[in-house]
């Protein structure tokens, strides 16, 4: 499974973005999905997770509420919906893929595959 996340940017506080996760492969509608961040200076932290069916999903505390993970597996595509985003959002965001999926995953050890990366950048 090859991953590509995109559409990254630069919002002000406040404001809300969609980003999204492009699987190539025919594992992808399998696979569990999971989003991290990595700020600078910072380590790597989970964001959230979604069952492969999306009847499931997961979030770390400091975007409940805020952030939305789905899912498209017709498109091989998962996304992440974030609103009223803050500076501390700030970070480039990671798509990764659990090809065998045993429940949500907040560690990055449970995961197979990974994409490159998008920036975003909140502004207060």
């Known amino acids: 499974v090859q991953l590509q996340a995109s559409g990254g940017g630069l919002v002000m506080a406040g404001d809300s973005l969609r980003i999204s996760c492009a699987a190539s492969?025919?594992?992808?509608?399998?696979?569990?999905v999971g989003w991290f961040r990595q700020a600078p200076g910072e380590e790597r932290e989970f964001v959230a997770a979604?069952?492969?069916?999306?009847?499931?999903?997961h979030y770390a505390e400091p975007v409940k509420g805020r952030f939305t993970i789905s899912r498209d597996n017709a498109k091989n595509t998962a996304y992440l919906q974030m609103n009223n985003l803050k500076p501390e959002d700030t970070a480039v965001y990671f798509c990764?893929?659990?090809?065998?999926?045993?429940?949500?995953?907040?560690?990055?050890?449970?995961?197979?595959?990974w994409g490159q990366g998008t920036q975003v950048t909140v502004s207060s």
């Open positions: 990764a893929a659990d090809v065998i999926p045993v429940s949500l995953s907040p560690f990055e050890v449970g995961y197979d595959y």
């Open positions: 979604i069952t492969w069916s999306g009847s499931e999903t």
């Open positions: 492969g025919r594992t992808f509608s399998s696979c569990a």
